[in-house]
């Protein structure tokens, strides 16, 4: 669940004036119980698929540098869950209120703790980024993977330093860094598009959007000034689902939009009307 500003302003003003009464009190907010995270060793967690696995080591090797970190196996992050001065980053099938069994998979930054002898779900989450349909086998997700290790690396520094954001929960792009995609061009694989999405709106996009079969190999080869679409669904969706859908700059790794919808029968997986007007809104608007 999204906390209001109004509310976590409340939570934390409860948990000073608390201190405050009791002198001897503790404080507890989450900002202070992960404020060790740049000190503290991160496990990143193999899964134990030797292509992913080596792509994820490379990625945490060349680009981690928020805290020190070990590599470890699934059991031995089975042994190690439950200490409070270590923390995991961990491939964790995500499972929605109204889902029968995971849709997706997420890779999720936890603190250990004696909660995690109930299951990752209990366990501190600081924050967590969809990587793909929950019974795919890993493909495409990973040419994206050094972007979602910066961006995790960013959410969780900005939650370390800031009382706010330790508790604000889920993904969101600033307008100004939306507002980037006015010049650039636009790859859309095709598997990318929700089948709702309507002839009339394909054609009213602009020249400088395509549609590829595949766009993975614009972003690996680092294709100036342009931007890929990437979207993270059930392979079969369920009553309850979610479809994350993402455009990324295949020379700067940024990410420029990041939204979300629960898939129905008018909504299918990928991006939809409403996506394809809103980018073209910012387009025109900033083209001006």
Request: aromatic share 10%.
């Amino acid at each position: 669940m999204k906390l209001s500003t109004r509310t976590l302003i409340g939570i934390i003003s409860a948990l000073i004036f608390a201190t405050d009464l009791f002198g001897q009190a503790q404080i507890t907010t989450k900002k202070e119980k992960i404020k060790n995270f740049p000190t503290a060793t991160t496990e990143i967690v193999l899964t134990g698929d030797e292509l992913f696995d080596n792509v994820l080591q490379d990625c945490i090797s060349s680009s981690w540098s928020v805290s020190p970190y070990e590599f470890c196996t699934k059991e031995q992050f089975e042994a190690l869950k439950t200490n409070p001065g270590l923390y995991f980053l961990v491939p964790v099938q995500g499972q929605f209120r109204k889902e029968s069994e995971p849709g997706i998979t997420l890779l999720t930054l936890v603190k250990g703790g004696v909660a995690a002898d109930k299951s990752i779900g209990d366990m501190m989450e600081l924050t967590s980024f969809p990587l793909k349909a929950a019974d795919a086998p890993f493909g495409r997700e990973m040419a994206f993977l050094p972007v979602i290790i910066r961006f995790i690396q960013d959410q969780v520094m900005e939650k370390v330093g800031s009382e706010l954001k330790a508790y604000s929960s889920g993904i969101s792009i600033k307008p100004k860094t939306f507002a980037k995609l006015w010049n650039k061009q636009i790859y859309f694989s095709e598997e990318d598009i929700s089948p709702q999405v309507n002839t009339e709106v394909i054609s009213s996009l602009d020249p400088d959007i395509f549609f590829d079969e595949d766009n993975t190999e614009i972003f690996e080869n680092g294709d100036y000034n342009a931007v890929v679409s990437y979207v993270v669904a059930p392979l079969e969706p369920q009553k309850g689902s979610i479809c994350y859908k993402m455009l990324i700059g295949a020379d700067t790794h940024e990410i420029y939009y990041f939204k979300k919808h629960q898939i129905t029968a008018s909504n299918g997986a990928g991006f939809l009307n409403s996506d394809m007007k809103a980018i073209t809104g910012v387009r025109k608007k900033n083209k001006r």
